[in-house]
């Protein structure tokens, strides 16, 4: 079984529509929740990270976090064409060494 | 401007043949990090650095060496490739030990493809 999974889509959505991206992990020790952003041909940049459960909202993007479940989620509100890229979730254990990567969800937002 | 560096972006090469990738970044980061990227297998991380001569396995470090003897630079040394290795390699770092609060900051990446 795969540390975190995430389904690779593609996933296909008309502009201004809600997203919800989403990622499952299996191992309770990992505290720490990313989601990284890779256009093509370009690195992964962080878009957010939370700690433990709960929510983060940074404009249209919410992080949420179950650890009951070991689920998480990103929201993203009002996409727009430029979010089209691979979405990744990572996840982080306790001791800062280990980060695991899922294998990236691509977003297309048509105009 | 804050920035990771690759060399060389791309490079196609034949089984056995020593490379050598360079990372150099310009942010005074103590972390930093091999990832391979394959479809369907996302992200794996192959070495990483924790400081000067300080470094130790990812997941995936089998026919990958590394070295760090400047604090800028990580190269990432394949000694013999086979045609396996054939990826996408992100060269990564972070101010310290890759805690989640530091941001990650990824190269642009090397297409590396062995025949």
């Known amino acids: 079984q795969k540390e975190v999974e995430q389904d690779p889509g593609p996933l296909s959505v008309p502009e201004g529509a809600i997203v919800s991206l989403n990622c499952t992990y299996s191992?309770?020790?990992?505290?720490?929740f990313m989601w990284y952003r890779q256009y093509s041909r370009k690195g992964p940049e962080l878009l957010m990270y939370t700690y433990s459960s709960g929510n983060k909202e940074d404009g249209r993007f919410t992080a949420q976090v179950d650890k009951s479940s070991k689920y998480i989620s990103l929201f993203i509100r009002d996409s727009q064409p430029s979010d089209s890229a691979t979405y990744l979730c990572a996840v982080m254990n306790t001791g800062f060494q280990k980060l695991v990567f899922g294998t990236g969800t691509r977003l297309l937002v048509s105009p | 401007e804050a920035q990771v560096t690759q060399n060389p972006r791309y490079l196609i090469t034949v089984t056995g043949k020593k490379l050598t990738v360079t990372c150099s970044q310009n942010?005074?980061?103590?972390?930093m990090s091999w990832y391979r990227q394959d479809p369907g297998l996302g992200l794996r991380q192959i070495y990483y650095?924790?400081?000067?001569?300080?470094?130790d396995k990812g997941d995936v470090p089998e026919g990958y060496k590394v070295s760090r003897k400047e604090k800028r630079n990580f190269p990432l040394i394949l000694e013999s490739p086979s045609p396996n290795q054939t990826s996408l390699y992100f060269c990564a770092s972070s101010k310290t030990s890759g805690g989640y609060t530091d941001t990650q900051y990824f190269g642009p990446g090397t297409r590396l493809t062995v025949l």
């Open positions: 942010m005074n980061h103590e972390y």
């Open positions: 191992n309770s020790a990992f505290q720490y």
């Open positions: 650095s924790m400081n000067v001569e300080v470094t």
